[in-house]
Nanobody
């Protein structure tokens, strides 16, 4: 069983940085590829970044590539999303999700487990 708990959200000015963390209290974290999604008010949930089970392969959506970095520490059962050069349009609730697979997916319905979400607000 995977139980994901997120932390690290908050309010930041444009151009600032935040690091989101997503930890799993179970013992099978390394069996899962991980994804980060976000959902802004009135918009659909959007795939932001993904990382493979080993951490060797990552993916970023175009709007965050070069500003966000996804990483994981399987020894600590934690995945991270480092967000730099934040923009007001990055404001959303951010979710981590686990997919029982070698590789991530951009489709939210392919993830079995989700964190509770953490609010990121970027002021202009």
């Amino acid at each position: 069983q995977v139980q994901l708990v997120e932390s690290g959200g908050g309010l930041v000015q444009a151009g600032g940085s935040l690091r989101l963390s997503c930890g799993d209290s179970g013992r099978t974290f390394s069996s899962y590829a991980m994804g980060w999604f976000r959902q802004a008010p009135g918009k659909e949930r959007e795939f932001v970044a993904g990382i493979s089970r080993s951490g060797g392969t990552t993916y970023y959506t175009d709007s965050v590539r070069g500003r966000f970095t996804v990483s994981r520490d399987n020894a600590k059962n934690t995945v991270y999303l480092q967000m730099n050069s934040l923009k007001p349009e990055d404001t959303a609730v951010y979710y981590c999700a686990a997919r029982y697979s070698l590789l991530y997916s951009s489709r939210s319905n392919e993830y079995a487990y989700w964190g509770q979400g953490t609010q990121v607000t970027v002021s202009s």
